[in-house]
């Protein structure tokens, strides 16, 4: 089908097609297919998609005069379809009950055999399995391609060896659910299979493999250090550059000194060889580790895949190095078998489970995000991920084979350890610690450090996900023949005050919050706690929680420990939101959805205090770095807001030609950017027309993305050129792969966060847009609260923040000395208000700067083209 939008329940079908199917060749039999009148005005957004307008549907029929041909066409067969949980709902809501049928979707047979897919969109794995698919997001084109798929993903299945597919046989087994079963029987007609748990879990085991020890550590203590060139000299395909040697033996200096540095390195010098060389000497010359951090998973792999590898290679002396990330970033195998315990799991989890077995049998470093997930498996990943106590305690039969144990392992011997900071700033704050104790430690990509300390350091609760919870332990007392009357009696009592929290909360957010959408969020402050005696009720629910904990502790049939744990881990953020004692430690937000249900988190309300004692003060030496840390020519703000009183700075220039290689270009005449969006769409348009390719347009908001998307993109695809704009019906990967499949003829609408994700090849870019300055929300609970630390908050604290992201995206786009490039800078602020010279600190001085109007600026644009 298609749509008019995303909502169900009041979005409308606007085109419905279906095919009657040979199972045993797939050739088609019957088809039918019809535009649907909608009765009300189709979106333009929706046009650009389908290329279906008003127009089209003025004389289709309503879907209530389709009903019954759609009900008879289907009838009683069985019902093919990919991604089901959208397109049901839509045929339900209009009374066409085709929901008893048996159903099979493609999309989730997929997910089990095609993880490593970076997408599971329809057109993302026709490509993938070369099947032509033309007109996209079109009923009927969509309908033929999921046959075609279908055919294909059984022949993947048949090909899987006869070990694995006893082994999903297992798991198929488990379930009751009648479409689970029919495709169980389907796809193993030819197993004969009665594993027991036993054999299902030694088969998996032997595949994992346990670590009892790893190699011993490396030392060299007869390395040179005061002769880096000679290093550098051996890696035959890296340029010797002087600030590059020069930061080098500056990195180096701070290990001997233990001394705590800040490096401001431009992209070109290739700081990480600048840092991981010395790092590697101080280690081995030293018997200590070297802990690097980044913040992207992007940087993570390049240093480990890359840098790490071709240093190994290519220098003379051996060395170990491993890479570690957050704990809810590894599959626990204990928490994984348990999951077999229950005899009937349900049909979501059916897949979800088969998807993490056959990963087993390819994964390489056994981390969570090498696998894509869509949004319900997240909710069980929750209660399989190795951020429990269980994992790593001794108690756990599985401990050996544990991931994140056999990480940790490795950790142990090696000289090198790459983290990410959320890892970093968790364990500092985590009473059982992954890391060792840190003596020498680099902070890559340190600009946004403060996102990274409060992201880490967030806990959230709702009263969805503790449902889902008891849910679980139900499941467990049934299956041991446990007396539930005293349970069921201590939960009702435990949910009849959490309901009525979430209603203090509910009309709480409202008095806030007065706009209606769809998802409302607002900063806990001292008034909320003036409304009610939370005092008394927080007690109640304190003795509700212990009382169903003593309850399952006492139960000889089954080891709750796992469960206890995250009812306490339920309850402490609960008891931290209601404790008004807490409001100087912790920032608290109250949030919730279109579905109405509540939720609230608190993180940290002073990371730069938390870094400082938890961190600054207990490490030998310490090397932050950045490619963009100042701000109006000086360290100053990091410098006071993080604490760096002991540190020293280094900074290190640019050898790029910026008058020649670069242009920034501000337009005088589309007027205030706060209300010119007719302007910018009209400038855009010519602009993009001109020009055809390699675009990057950076906008603050998804309202813009799609008013511009929607207003020039008509134009542009009979121009033959591919506007790519990121919202909801896009994945990342998607987007991506649409723009770097035909670069020279697309152009980009991103958001920041966007940007931030991933690098696009420097040959693909040429131009960047810039829509407006990139100003923290004023609304934003986390800067309103923090706001509270600077006399003057927007000079102080947005602008900085600001500069700093502007910077990121200006020096993201430097790539080699020869290349040129062009920036777009729309916000119209940066020369009509009193602090617009702090922004032309984000650029190098030295770039060629054009204030003009826009006709001219197109004009010599159309002339060189």
Not at 90 to 109: E, S
């Amino acid at each position: 089908m298609e749509t008019t939008g995303l909502d169900k329940y009041n979005d409308k079908i606007i085109e419905i097609a279906m095919v009657k199917f040979d199972p045993l060749n797939f050739e088609v039999i019957d088809t039918f297919s019809s535009l649907v009148d909608p009765e009300i005005s189709i979106p333009d957004l929706i046009t650009n998609i389908t290329n279906i307008s008003d127009s089209d549907v003025f004389w289709a029929p309503k879907i209530s005069e389709l009903k019954n041909d759609i009900v008879n066409f289907v009838w009683s067969f069985l019902i093919l379809w990919h991604n089901i949980s959208f397109d049901i709902d839509f045929l339900v809501n209009n009374w066409v009950k085709v929901d008893n049928n048996i159903i099979i979707d493609t999309f989730f047979l997929a997910n089990i055999l095609c993880f490593t897919e970076s997408s599971l969109n329809l057109e993302v794995l026709c490509n993938s399995f070369w099947i032509w698919f033309e007109w996209a997001h079109r009923a009927l084109n969509d309908v033929k391609a999921t046959i075609r798929l279908f055919e294909k993903l059984i022949l993947k299945f048949n090909k899987l060896t006869t070990e694995k597919k006893h082994l999903l046989f297992y798991i198929f087994n488990k379930s009751q659910d009648r479409n689970i079963v029919f495709l169980r029987d389907l796809l193993f007609q030819n197993i004969d299979s009665n594993l027991t748990f036993w054999d299902f879990e030694k088969k998996i085991l032997k595949k994992i493999w346990k670590i009892e020890k790893d190699e011993e550590f490396l030392m060299d203590t007869n390395i040179d250090n005061n002769n880096m060139s000679k290093i550098f000299k051996t890696l035959w395909s890296v340029e010797i550059r002087a600030n590059q040697l020069k930061m080098t033996d500056m990195v180096m200096d701070t290990f001997i000194n233990k001394n705590k540095v800040v490096v401001e390195a431009p992209t070109w010098l290739w700081k990480s060889f600048a840092y991981l060389i010395p790092s590697i000497i101080h280690s081995l010359k030293t018997w200590e580790k070297v802990f690097v951090s980044t913040k992207t998973k992007a940087l993570q792999d390049q240093l480990y895949t890359r840098d790490l590898l071709y240093l190994k290679d290519n220098i003379w002396f051996n060395f170990k190095y491993t890479k570690l990330k957050w704990k809810k970033n590894y599959i626990s195998v204990r928490l994984f078998f348990d999951e077999f315990w229950l005899d009937d799991i349900v049909y979501n989890k059916i897949w979800f489970l088969s998807k993490i077995l056959l990963w087993f049998f390819e994964t390489k470093y056994w981390e969570l995000d090498e696998l894509n997930f869509f949004w319900q498996e997240y909710s069980y990943l929750r209660f399989l991920n190795a951020d429990s106590f269980l994992v790593l305690d001794d108690k756990n039969d599985y401990k050996k084979y544990e991931y994140l144990h056999k990480a940790r392992v490795r950790l142990e011997n090696s000289n090198i350890i790459i983290v990410n900071h959320s890892l970093l700033f968790s364990d500092l704050n985590s009473e059982t610690w992954v890391l060792w104790k840190i003596s020498n430690l680099v902070i890559d990509e340190w600009h946004n450090i403060e996102d990274s300390v409060t992201d880490s350091l967030k806990q959230n609760y709702s009263l969805k996900s503790l449902w889902e919870h008891f849910d679980v332990i139900e499941k467990i007392l049934n299956k041991i023949n446990s007396k539930k009357i005293e349970f069921l009696k201590y939960k009702e009592n435990l949910f009849s005050k959490l309901e009525l929290l979430d209603d203090y909360i509910y009309s709480y957010i409202d008095t806030k919050v007065w706009n209606s959408i769809n998802f409302k969020m607002c900063l806990v402050k001292s008034d909320f706690f003036e409304q009610n005696d939370f005092d008394n009720l927080l007690k109640k629910i304190e003795l509700d929680f212990l009382d169903i904990m003593d309850k399952l502790s006492i139960e000889q049939d089954y080891n709750f420990a796992k469960e206890i744990a995250l009812l306490q881990w339920n309850y402490d953020i609960i008891r931290i939101m209601l404790d008004i004692k807490t409001d100087n430690k912790y920032i608290k937000i109250f949030s919730y959805n279109d579905n109405n249900w509540i939720s609230f988190e608190y993180t940290l309300l002073n990371p730069w205090e938390y870094l400082q004692k938890n961190l600054w003060l207990n490490v030998n030496s310490c090397i932050l770095t950045s490619a963009t840390l100042k701000i109006w020519g000086n360290f100053d703000y990091f410098k006071k807001i993080l604490f760096l009183d002991n540190f020293q700075f280094y900074s290190f220039d640019s050898d790029f030609d910026y008058k020649k290689q670069a242009t920034l270009f501000i337009p005088t005449d589309l007027g205030d950017i706060k209300n010119n969006s007719l302007q910018i769409v009209n400038f855009l348009w010519r602009f993009y027309s001109i020009v055809r390719w390699k675009v990057l347009t950076l906008l603050t908001s998804y309202s813009s993305i799609k008013e511009i998307y929607t207003s020039v993109n008509p134009s542009l695809k009979k121009e033959g050129i591919n506007l790519y704009a990121q919202w909801l019906v896009w994945s990342k990967v998607k987007l991506l792969n649409h723009y770097l499949s035909d670069p020279a003829n697309s152009i980009l609408l991103w958001t920041d966060s966007f940007w931030e994700w991933i690098d696009i090849p420097w040959e693909d870019l040429k131009y960047l847009v810039i829509h407006k300055f990139p100003f923290i929300v004023p609304t934003d609970p986390i800067f309103q609260a923090r706001s509270v630390f600077f006399k003057d908050p927007f000079l102080e604290y947005s602008v900085p923040k600001a500069i700093i992201k502007l910077k990121q995206w200006f020096w993201r786009l430097i790539r080699t000395k020869t290349d040129s490039w062009l920036v777009i800078l729309l916000d119209n602020r940066i020369i009509t208000t009193a602090w617009w010279s702090h922004f032309f600190d984000a650029f190098p001085n030295d770039v060629n700067i054009k204030k003009w109007k826009s006709e001219q600026f197109l004009s010599i644009l159309e002339n060189k083209f």
